[in-house]
């Protein structure tokens, strides 16, 4: 018998989520059903749901749980049963799911290549977490795991460092990145490339051995060691972690030479900051990557920017996923029943950066 289950978190306390049985759906005219076939779980996952009200991101997958919400990933699905024109059983997808077996969708702007959900309740958010690409049947799985894992926070990566480098960098004689350790930080540092600003981590003392290893920091410091970061240097700080405490003490080691905060995730946030005009400095500037991808589509740059994003892409996952010297292990999980831990890892950050966690839900 099919299950129909998804995992729902707490708003309150995101370190406590729990799986929920939910009923067979039956679909209306004009609806899908896809099951989940893999997604990934990383430190991304908790952005999400640290902005969950403030972004509209539980406004995507609405929980079944008052109080609760459905913490969005990145993954593959096929569609296994279909009242939609034009997208039949079979098809295969990569997108924005709940953390899942399945999902009910409404298929619209339906083309060879794609379709965005229309569900009345997904309004009022970027459509790039709507969209929903065709995949090919035949796949490698470990490739796809890969491309779950790093293709959101790669986009984020890159479009963060195109919007850098449109404003010639601020200037910077260094990059300082927070929460080195986690991937959307590494693929800053590695988008960064052909800035000769140097990259400097920072990172918490048990990952300083793992981001030495990437090779793509110029220096990895301890955050209680903040102060051997050269304060004589003008210094963009690319926060992936939202610390408020690490940012106020980035800000007044740098004081004057500290020209842009861009402020691109939560890893240790629980949520937006708030203004502080005590804040020595620049204002953070939060970076929504949804946000400049719709601006490449208005400026009609959208297929150019996919194009060149795509090269750089796989020559980012050859680098991290090189047999030789992998930059993660990959763990796959079977089912949905470990996906509670794994989300309470991240939220404590006691999760190894050199995992990478994968679900399969219907192994379980």
């Not at 406004?59 to 079944?64: R, W």
């Not at 997808?93 to 619209?108: K, N, Q, S, V, W």
């Not at 996923?321 to 990959?330: E, H, K, N, S, W």
């Amino acid at each position: 018998m099919t299950r129909y289950a998804r995992v729902e978190s707490l708003k309150s306390d995101l370190g406590v989520a729990g799986l929920v049985d939910l009923p067979a759906p039956r679909l209306d005219d004009g609806e899908v059903l896809a099951r989940i076939e893999r997604f990934a779980l990383t430190t991304n996952n908790m952005t999400y749901a640290v902005y969950g009200d403030a972004l509209g991101y539980w406004n995507l997958f609405p929980a079944e749980q008052v109080g609760y919400g459905c913490m969005p990933a990145w993954g593959y699905v096929e569609i296994v049963e279909s009242k939609a024109s034009g997208v039949p059983v079979g098809t295969r997808i990569f997108g924005y799911f709940p953390i899942a077996t399945h999902l009910t969708m409404r298929p619209t702007k339906v083309t060879s290549r794609s379709f965005v959900d229309g569900a009345g309740h997904r309004t009022g958010t970027p459509e790039v977490y709507n969209l929903y690409e065709l995949q090919p049947r035949e796949t490698d799985p470990h490739q796809d795991s890969l491309t779950a894992l790093y293709r959101p926070l790669f986009i984020t990566s890159y479009t963060a460092a195109d919007y850098l480098r449109d404003r010639d960098f601020f200037g910077a004689e260094q990059f300082v990145i927070s929460s080195a350790s986690s991937k959307t930080a590494y693929g800053t540092a590695h988008s960064l490339a052909d800035s000769p600003a140097p990259k400097i981590a920072l990172t918490s003392a048990r990952n300083v051995g793992f981001v030495n290893r990437l090779g793509l920091y110029a220096a990895a410091h301890e955050y209680a060691d903040l102060t051997a970061v050269d304060a004589t240097k003008r210094t963009v700080y690319v926060d992936l972690s939202g610390d408020p405490d690490l940012r106020r003490r980035v800000h007044e080691h740098l004081g004057d030479q500290l020209a842009y905060d861009c402020l691109i995730g939560s890893t240790h946030a629980d949520a937006l900051p708030e203004e502080d005009d005590s804040l020595a400095g620049p204002a953070p500037v939060f970076f929504f990557a949804a946000l400049q991808l719709d601006a490449y589509k208005a400026e009609g740059r959208s297929r150019a920017f996919m194009e060149r994003y795509r090269r750089d892409e796989r020559a980012f996952l050859e680098l991290v996923g090189r047999p030789d010297r992998p930059a993660i292990t990959l763990i796959e999980h079977a089912g949905l029943e470990d996906a509670p831990s794994v989300i309470a890892g991240f939220h404590d950050g006691s999760t190894d950066p050199a995992a990478g966690h994968v679900f399969i839900p219907d192994a379980g």
